[in-house]
């Protein structure tokens, strides 16, 4: 495909082409051979960089959302080539970056960043390399197809020291007059991504060089469920609010080591208990449950209290539940609800 450049240059050579010939003039048909030969060269030098060219890439399988996800393209061409221009990501979020100069058969790197802007889960795009060639005049593209996926997780916002007292003793299995009971440390195990650095055990670390975790015996009680409202009657732009008051919150018991179970309704009861499949989850749900005062009485069922994200400030109450309810919607009725609320950014915070 020609540049601006180059298609001035194409419309210049034909002009003096034309010209020439009414004029029958040798000079002018020797700069239009000089023309012709510019584009020629610019054709040339576009296309050879991309014959035999191969891409490999390597991109991170999660990213947070607002962050950037870097991804490592790494190209090997049989003749080489200058300025390339390449792009990947996935739709919505693609970048581009420059590789100055490529030599013949020896592999170079280059490194995209395009941002995350919404959580989901997305197939990246196919990797796109453009060549200039020496004159800029033409542009040639490649597309290398790749079947790499990237899950971008909800935002999670740091949570206030006033709603954290707030949530303390649902987290800590205090609420509805039950105590936890201690846990036994019976061993390490090997470090898992995902477990809290609180639980590392240095000496056993230093001593096999690697990091290990010290392993308690599960408490018999149950932890709290997080329970994350999917009615489908609300929009995509609510449920977003309340995905990332839902991974906020989960966070925090993550942090503080608490054993929480995130609960919702996808085609029926859902529950998770791992971090990673929690936030996997938390990632692509979309609204397709049942109104919440259909859900509660089913997820309640498995005992324990109940910490509840819903999307609307009409949340049922049942016994041992926490609601988190959407701030916009109690701005008109100050002082209607004393206890938490979220933002659409995902703040959850004391109203």
Same mark, same amino acid.
């Given at each position: 495909?020609?540049?601006?450049?180059?298609?001035?240059?194409?419309?210049?050579?034909?002009?003096?082409?034309?010209?020439?010939?009414?004029?029958?003039?040798?000079?002018?048909?020797?700069?239009?051979?000089?023309?012709?030969?510019?584009? &020629?060269?610019?054709?040339?030098?576009?296309?050879?960089?991309? +014959?035999?060219?191969?891409?490999?890439?390597?991109?991170?399988?999660?990213?947070?959302?607002?962050?950037?996800?870097?991804?490592?393209?790494?190209?090997?061409?049989? =003749?080489?080539?200058?300025?390339?221009?390449?792009?990947?990501?996935? #739709?919505?979020?693609?970048?581009?970056?420059?590789?100055?100069?490529?030599?013949?058969?020896?592999?170079?790197?280059?490194?995209?960043? #395009?941002?995350?802007?919404?959580?989901?889960?997305?197939?990246?795009?196919?990797?796109?390399?453009?060549?200039?060639?020496?004159?800029?005049?033409?542009?040639?593209?490649?597309?290398?197809?790749?079947?790499?996926?990237?899950?971008?997780?909800?935002?999670?916002?740091?949570?206030?020291?006033?709603?954290?007292?707030?949530?303390?003793?649902?987290?800590?299995?205090?609420?509805?007059?039950?105590?936890?009971?201690?846990?036994?440390?019976?061993?390490?195990?090997?470090?898992?991504?995902?477990?809290?650095?609180?639980?590392?055990?240095?000496?056993?670390?230093?001593?096999?060089?690697?990091?290990?975790?010290?392993?308690?015996?599960?408490?018999?009680?149950?932890?709290?469920?997080?329970?994350?409202?999917?009615?489908? =009657?609300?929009?995509?732009?609510?449920?977003?609010?309340?995905?990332?008051?839902?991974?906020?919150?989960?966070?925090?018991? +993550?942090?503080?080591?608490?054993?929480?179970?995130?609960?919702?309704?996808?085609?029926? #009861?859902?529950?998770?208990?791992?971090?990673?499949?929690?936030?996997?989850?938390?990632?692509?749900?979309?609204? &397709?449950?049942?109104?919440?005062?259909?859900?509660?009485?089913?997820?309640?069922?498995?005992?324990?209290?109940?910490?509840?994200?819903?999307?609307?400030?009409?949340?049922?109450?049942?016994?041992?539940?926490?609601?988190?309810?959407?701030?916009?919607?109690?701005?008109?009725?100050?002082?209607?609800?004393?206890?938490?609320?979220?933002?659409?950014?995902?703040?959850?915070?004391?109203?």
């Amino acid at each position: 495909m020609p540049t601006r450049e180059g298609t001035a240059v194409a419309v210049l050579a034909a002009a003096i082409f034309l010209l020439a010939t009414n004029l029958m003039s040798g000079l002018m048909f020797v700069l239009d051979a000089l023309l012709i030969s510019l584009l &020629c060269v610019g054709i040339t030098t576009s296309l050879l960089p991309l +014959r035999g060219l191969r891409a490999a890439r390597q991109a991170p399988a999660r990213a947070a959302e607002g962050a950037d996800a870097p991804i490592e393209i790494a190209l090997t061409a049989a =003749r080489g080539g200058r300025f390339l221009s390449v792009e990947d990501g996935w #739709p919505g979020a693609r970048a581009r970056g420059l590789m100055p100069h490529l030599l013949p058969g020896v592999p170079a790197a280059v490194t995209v960043t #395009p941002r995350a802007v919404r959580r989901g889960h997305y197939r990246l795009g196919p990797t796109e390399i453009a060549s200039r060639g020496m004159l800029g005049l033409f542009v040639a593209r490649r597309r290398i197809a790749g079947s790499d996926r990237i899950i971008i997780w909800p935002r999670m916002r740091p949570v206030p020291s006033q709603v954290l007292s707030y949530l303390a003793p649902a987290l800590d299995g205090q609420q509805a007059g039950r105590t936890r009971e201690p846990e036994d440390f019976y061993g390490v195990r090997d470090y898992q991504a995902g477990d809290s650095l609180t639980r590392v055990h240095w000496r056993s670390s230093i001593r096999r060089g690697a990091l290990v975790v010290r392993e308690f015996e599960r408490p018999r009680t149950p932890g709290a469920t997080l329970v994350i409202d999917l009615d489908r =009657r609300q929009s995509p732009v609510r449920l977003d609010g309340a995905v990332r008051a839902a991974a906020s919150v989960l966070r925090v018991a +993550r942090d503080r080591g608490s054993e929480m179970v995130l609960a919702g309704w996808d085609e029926g #009861p859902v529950e998770h208990r791992q971090w990673e499949a929690a936030m996997d989850w938390l990632a692509g749900v979309v609204p &397709c449950g049942p109104p919440l005062p259909e859900v509660l009485p089913v997820l309640a069922a498995s005992g324990g209290h109940m910490i509840v994200v819903s999307s609307t400030p009409t949340a049922p109450a049942v016994m041992g539940m926490t609601p988190i309810l959407p701030a916009e919607d109690l701005v008109s009725a100050p002082g209607a609800y004393t206890g938490l609320v979220y933002t659409d950014d995902g703040t959850v915070q004391a109203w």
